[in-house]
Structures are given as structure tokens and as C-alpha cells.
């Protein structure tokens, strides 16, 4: 499985969101200019965040995005899912994956279970780390004087 710049990007803008949003909501151009994104793909991120209810949006002057609820609510699962869609890194008809087609070989086929292992691990990692633990951690990294520069990949 590979994200697209969509899960990548929008990951840390959320962590940006988490980080700085506690008193106030933040500009899309504030998040642009500390993880170096574009704002026009920043603003089409935070639109499909908001429509899944991760963000919230303030008019106004003052106004900007929050998180819709609390960072510890908030799994790097829910927020890539809201980005990328379905995380498989493999379908498998026989492990009910590809609608109700099923698959022929089922019965002799070995593989349906390392794609089925796969999957599970995929999605155990994304659903166990929460917004709030990769705050914690960037706030490590600060006082160690280790800032992840805004061009960082991750």
C-alpha cells in the first residue's frame, strides 16, 4: 500500500490542526506556510475532512478550522480513510472483499490468507495511534530541537 500525497499532506495538516488550534482556529494559509503546501490543495484536504466530521470550520475574521472533537478521538485510521478511502493494500473475493462474487478457488487458495493478514495489520496500526499521541511526540521533537522541516515527505 502506498498513500498519495492527499493522506501524507493531510496528516500533517492535521497534526498542524492539533497543535495549534487549542485556543483558536487556524488559516489554511498559517498551515500552508508551516508544512509547505499549497493552499488551494490544503483548502480541497480540509473539505473532505470536514465532510467526515474531523474538522470544523469558523467564519470570519477570526476565523479558520479546528478539530471537530478532541485529538485522542481522532485515529490516524479516521483521518486517512477520509482522505485515501479504503486502506486494503489487497482485495481478495474470497475473504469477502470484492463484493459477494466470491472466488472459485477459495477452497485451495493459500494467499487469501497472507492478503488477509496484511489488511488486518494495516488497518490494526492506523486504528491504534491517535492524533493525540502524534502531538505528543511532535512536542518531543521540538524540545529536543529536532523540528520535522516542512518539506519533510512524512
Not at 503546501?37 to 475574521?61: D, H, N, P, T
Not at 488477509?116 to 529536543?144: F, P, W
Amino acid at each position: 500500500m502506498k498513500l498519495s500525497t492527499k493522506g501524507r499532506y493531510g496528516l500533517r495538516a492535521m497534526i498542524d490542526l492539533a497543535v495549534y488550534s487549542e485556543k483558536e482556529p487556524v488559516s489554511i494559509q498559517s498551515i500552508a506556510d508551516r508544512q509547505n503546501i499549497s493552499e488551494r490543495y490544503l483548502e480541497q484536504l480540509m473539505a473532505s475532512l470536514k465532510k467526515e466530521g474531523l474538522v470544523k470550520s469558523i467564519r470570519g475574521a477570526n476565523g479558520g478550522y479546528q478539530l471537530a472533537r478532541p485529538a485522542i478521538g481522532i485515529s490516524v485510521g479516521d483521518i486517512l480513510r477520509a482522505l485515501e478511502g479504503d486502506l486494503r493494500a489487497v482485495t481478495c473475493p474470497a475473504n469477502g472483499e470484492e463484493g459477494n462474487g466470491g472466488c472459485e478457488n477459495a477452497d485451495l487458495c493459500v494467499t487469501r490468507y497472507v492478503w488477509q493478514r496484511i489488511n488486518e495489520g494495516i488497518t490494526h496500526a492506523v486504528d491504534t495511534m491517535y492524533l493525540n499521541q502524534l502531538v505528543e511526540e511532535s512536542k518531543k521533537l521540538k524540545e529536543k530541537g529536532q523540528v520535522q522541516p516542512a518539506g519533510c515527505q512524512g
